[in-house]
C-alpha cells in the first residue's frame, strides 16, 4: 500500500533538515511492509538507489531471534575518517560503534535466495570500523512508533568509515571496543553485539535487498549494529571509537 503524503513529509524532512510529529501519522494502518514501501520510496529521492554504484545499508536486531531490519543510507552522508558532519545539523544524535562489511561481488537475487549465514559471510571482501550517528526526522525520536522509526531509515543520520581491511575470522565475543566523547572518559566494552558476529546477518539482510528482483552491486557496505552507545551529543562534540586490532574513527559533529 502506498502512503504518498507520508512519502513527501518524511522526503522533505530530510532534504530541509526538519523534523516533524510522528503525531500526525501514529494512528494511520502502517505495517511493517508499508513501511518499508515509505522507507524506498524516500531512500530513491535521496539518491540512495544510483544505478551502477555501491550502495550504503544498516541492519541488524536486538537478538539472533529477534526479527531483523534493514534500511539504506543516503550516499551523502557517509563519510571517511576523519569525518565532519557539521553541515548535517543533525538533532540531539547519538553515536553507535559498528563495524562496516564491503561485499565483494554483486549479489543477484538467485544467489541471495539460496544463502547460508556461512555463504553470505565468503561473499564478503573486506571490513572498516564504522560510527553510525543516530538521528531522527521524528520529533518524538525514540518514541516515536517502531514503523514510523523503519520508515525513516530506522533513524539514521550518518556513517563514517576507517580504513578498509581484509576480513579475517575473529573471536568477536571477545572483541575489544572503546568510545570517547571529547575529553570525558573512556567509555569500554568486550563482546557486546546483539547478534555476537556482525555477519550473522548478513544473509537475511541479503535477501531484504534483493527480494524485488534487483541486485546489489559489488562494493556495496552494510554497517551491522553497535557494540557501544553514546545518545544525546551535541554540535560541536568530537567522538573517537576505537576497535582493538582493528583501527579506529574520529567523528565531528
Known sequence: MAYPELNQALTTAWQHKRRIAAADWAAGPLDAEAAYAVQQSVAQALGCFEPGRPQFWKSGGASRQATLTHAPLAPAGVRHSPANFSDL????????????????????????????????????????VAVELVASRWLEAGDAPALLRQADMLSHGALALGDWQPFKPRDWWAQACELRVNDGPVQRGVGGHSLGDPAWGLAAWLKHVTRHGDSLPAGSVVTTGAWLVQPGLQAGDRVTVGFAGLGTVAVQL
Open 89 to 128: 545539523q543533525l538533532h540531539a544524535p547519538g553515536v553507535e560503534a559498528e563495524i562496516a562489511l564491503r561485499m565483494g561481488c554483486e549479489v543477484t537475487p538467485a544467489l541471495a535466495n539460496g544463502l547460508s549465514i556461512e555463504g553470505a559471510r565468503d561473499l564478503i571482501d573486506a571490513m572498516a
